[in-house]
């Protein structure tokens, strides 16, 4: 599996950002999806998740009511849409994708990051 994000960049504080994240391989048996940052100086934390079956989406309570996830199965496409954006949600933003793999059980896949700095 291959992710690559986009859409990062430079924005002022309660402006919006939407991230993509594009993913393309052997997708058919991805379990879960979602995105994390990581701030300098910071461990990686999750910002929000779902599994593809579309049984259950979560939100970090820093981001709950402001972003949103969604996908686009006909664009093999993961968005995070971000708005009312703070300062402290400036950090590198990573998708992941979780894979079970019969021979070697579950991998987890990353894109490269993008940078998203919120500053006036």
């Given amino acids: 599996v291959h ?62 009511g402001r972003f949103t996830i969604t996908r686009d199965n006909y664009k093999n496409t993961m968005y995070l849409q971000m708005s009312n954006l703070k300062p402290e949600d400036t950090a590198v933003y990573y998708c992941h994708a979780d894979q079970f793999v019969v021979t070697t059980g579950w991998e987890r896949y990353w894109g490269q990051g993008t940078q998203v700095t919120v500053s006036s």
């Fill in 3 to 64: 992710l690559v994000e986009s859409g990062g960049g430079l924005v002022q504080p309660g402006n919006s950002l939407r991230l993509s994240c594009t993913y393309s391989g052997d997708t058919f048996s991805i379990h879960d999806m979602g995105w994390y940052r990581q701030a300098p100086g910071k461990q990686r934390e999750l910002v929000a998740n779902f599994t593809t079956n579309g049984g259950y989406t979560s939100y970090a309570d820093s981001v709950k």
